[in-house]
């Protein structure tokens, strides 16, 4: 009895000592490092900040960097370096080539005049318009979750159909977003005078006032224009000579051209994405005016880089059994989501339609 | 001698609490000459693809707002925000209040913290909010989706009018307005104010009473299919019933399945139901008993509820369509009350669901009895939902 209670004590004597060895152990001083609380200006961030050289400089080349000192608060949609490369500016002395300007309005459109966190936007939100420091307004769109699926929220932000890669990063006088597209608006200008200004779409611009489209594009719309460039259609045998010879009484145009505009709607590509996660609408297929063929768009989005490109096609119905005509795709980014007073442009590469398919019977 | 020293201890508490809590008047708020009013949402469109540029239907509604100069209201007499597209259930008491952790609100008054209606000839009234009588201006605003009280929203999101009107509310009358789309083509907007007469019938307790409105919009179910992909789905109802239907009952009593109907009840024709989103009358109450099952006894019953909706013509019993079919034209759409509302019969069923009417409860010492309900069914363009009022019971004896 005697031995057993001994051996019970001594194991009771077990867990001090392993508390005395364990004190015994060396005690390095543990760092936690300190999360920084002094976030910086947002000047000094972007220009201390890699991937944001190109926006850097063209916030100094316009003479913003004191602005963006001050108390704010700003919200900065930055786009990333690369946005800027796809555009064709590489280096910082790019900016010098372009009108100092519109140079000046790009940049204070990527800047707006209030702090605007991921949880101040309106859940699932549609083009909830946000002023920027230019006096001109973004659209921002939430991808948000399916009715019920708040478990499987994806979360993404959207703004002027650009894609933003990075939410929320505070900054000492706002907040950062940043974009992996710069946004492109040319205020005052319709979709008409820009399509008329660039002669890569000279054959698409043909084939509109050809079939009587043109006038509607200088008009406050909005459209949603996929433009085919000249390229694409020369090599379906599209061109200004082909369509001057073309009449006008035996071809569907509302085909042939119409159906490279959805009238009534104002669609950035990202745009379906927005909708594929909020309502799980994968694509639009829009009837065509006059006609009873569809349009139909469709996206993907990179599941990595977010980079969201798409494309539009001719269906004779919306769904199953119909057939598909055509495949006209905005693949690179840089050319998609134009917007514009009254729509949004994509330039697209591809045919929807060739003209004896368009023919009447 | 320590019992003592314990009972002197706990007069002194006893004492000091009295002193403690001193007194005060408490001023109950009170309504004068109320009227009762109960609101729903029946905006029930999606915003998509084809419609991305309509207003989300998730509304602040307003009676007597005051208006700054430019129209934008900075004040209101009642206010009932965060006013959400309605469930499918209007339960009979107001259950959002306990159970609901969300700050989106399928009805007024709901969740709203307000005076509610009485027990008003036996009927619970508690869903309704009592309003002061008279005339009102009534304002419904488009807001975000937001948990952000309307007034303290951006000036310039409080300016998106839905509705603007005036509503006459009579004293001690039972009103339900709701918010409709009027035309399906146009999307005009409106409301429908319907003076409610349940509590002034003499209606039997002994049976289940049940009437129907539909207020789908104008051409909703003559557009074509494709238009309708933002509309909320609910069974073969999903594109819409035609302007005039036939309405046949059914009871059953197997779980689930339809395999052992009441037979006195099945496909019994109750009456017409005819589109109507203008004219404010109460439709007519059809009822059935509520023990009908003729197995039950007398205390609980486990019968559900079926009714087909069949245009001018068809008859249930000869029924041309397949029942897993969900697109019948418009001519044939059957509704099931049964269980929760959302369990499905089994194998593939067309119908749409809805709980079932009658109320099993703990009451007395019957556990759980069987109590019957007078209910309103209202179609609005591809959905179908249920309002329950019930008597007041007796509560339960454990």
Known sequence: MNTRKLITQALLLIPVFLLLVLQSCKHNDLEIEKENENFRLATDFIKNNYDMTLFYAAVEKVGLTDKLKENGPFTLLVPNDAAFRELGINRPSDFSKINQDSLKSLVERHILTRRLLFSDMPHNGVDVRYATLAGTEVYASMAGYAPGGEAFAVNDLYFNGS???????????????????????????????????????SIFVAGLKKFGFWDQLATAGPFTVFAPENEGLKAEGITEASIAEMDVQKYRGTRLFGSYILPKTHFFL???????????????????????????????????????????????????????????????????????????????????????????? | MPQLRLQNILFCAAVLLLFASGCSKVDYAKIDDPAYLR???????????????????????????????????????IKGDFLDQREPYAPPYPSHVGSSISYKNPEYPGKENVLVGPVLNGFDLSSWAQIPSGKHRIVFM??????????????????????????????????????????????????????????????????????????????????????????????SLRYGIKDNMNIFQSLFTSEK??????????????????????????????????????KSNGIYTNIWQRFDLMSIGMNPANNPYEPFLMNTDGNWAPINCMLDGKSALQGNDNGAQLPNMIINIHSGIHNPRSFATVNTIEIVNGNVYLTTIQRKYAPPIY
């Not at chain 1, 940043?178 to 946004?183: D, F, Q």
């Open chain 2, 257 to 294: 399945t339809m395999l052992s109907p009441v037979y006195s009840s099945t496909y019994k024709f109750m009456g017409q139901l005819t589109r109507n989103s203008e004219v404010l009358e109460v439709s007519k109450y059809y009822s059935f008993p509520l023990f009908a099952d003729p």
């Open chain 2, 142 to 235: 488009f807001r975000p989706v937001n948990n952000v009280p309307f007034f303290n929203l951006e000036s310039r999101l409080k300016q998106k009018v839905l509705i603007d009107t005036t509503i006459m509310l009579d004293s001690k009358e039972v009103y339900t307005l709701h918010i409709l789309q009027k035309n399906f083509l146009t999307k005009k907007n409106g409301i429908y104010l319907r003076k409610e007469n349940f509590h002034k019938l003499s209606l039997s307790d002994s049976l289940v009473y049940v009437n129907f409105y539909n207020m789908s919009a104008k051409g909703f179910q003559e557009s074509s299919n494709e238009l309708k992909e933002a509309n909320r789905k609910s069974g």
């Open chain 1, 270 to 361: 990202s745009d379906f994405e927005v909708f594929k996660v909020n309502n799980s609408q994968e694509f639009l297929a829009r009837k065509i005016d006059n006609d009873t063929w569809f349009s139909f768009v469709s996206i993907t989005k990179n599941f990595f880089t977010k980079v969201i490109t798409g494309g539009v096609n001719l269906r004779t119905a919306p769904s199953y059994p119909n057939e598909v005509y055509g495949s006209a795709g905005a693949d690179v980014p840089a050319l998609s989501d134009h917007l514009f007073d009254n729509g949004v442009l994509h330039e697209v590469k591809g045919v929807l339609l060739r003209p004896e398919q368009a023919l009447k019977n």
């Open chain 2, 39 to 77: 609101v729903f949402n029946n905006l029930n469109y999606v915003v998509g693809l084809e419609n991305k540029d309509e207003e989300v239907p998730f509304l602040t509604m307003l009676i007597d707002p005051e208006m700054d100069q430019s129209g934008m209201p900075v004040k209101a007499g």
């Open chain 1, 163 to 201: 894609p933003v890669t990075r939410k929320d990063v505070p900054l000492a006088n706002g907040t950062l977003h940043m974009l992996n597209k710069v946004m492109k608006y040319t205020p005052v200008m319709t979709i008409q005078a820009w399509l008329a200004a660039r002669p890569k779409y």
